[in-house]
């Protein structure tokens, strides 16, 4: 069974920075496309960044291009979300996402890790 455990989240100033794991178990980094989601309260859950899993390709939403990097090492089985220049708005629950269809449906997930961003 496939488990994806996130882990990095915290409280943060305005403009501060934070790194959150995703590990995967179970089977093999490898084989999927990772992805990054978010809900923030009241909102329904968006998508963030994604990494191909060849590892040659990114993708971010508008919002958090510049300042967020996607990054793997299928060797750990170990996925991150650098988030660099947070903003209140970017409070919110981060999840990890696998996908076995390279992002068009997303088989396993994670089970979230709070990042609060204080003005």
């Known amino acids: 069974q496939v488990h994806l455990v996130e882990s990095g989240g915290g409280l943060v100033q305005a403009g501060g920075s934070l790194r959150l794991s995703c590990e995967v178990s179970?089977?093999?980094?490898?084989?999927?496309?990772m992805g990054w989601f978010r809900q923030a309260p009241g909102k329904e859950r968006e998508f963030v960044a994604r990494?191909?899993?060849?590892?040659?390709?990114?993708d971010y939403v508008d919002s958090v291009k510049g300042r967020f990097t996607i990054s793997r090492d299928n060797a750990k089985n170990t996925a991150w979300l650098q988030l660099n220049s947070l903003k209140p708005e970017d409070t919110a629950v981060y999840y990890c996402?696998?996908?076995?269809?390279?992002?068009?449906?997303?088989?396993?997930w994670g089970q979230g890790t709070q990042v609060t961003v204080s003005s």
């Open positions: 996402a696998a996908s076995l269809t390279a992002g068009i449906a997303w088989d396993y």
């Open positions: 990494f191909s899993r060849s590892g040659g390709s990114t």
């Open positions: 179970g089977s093999t980094l490898s084989r999927y496309t």
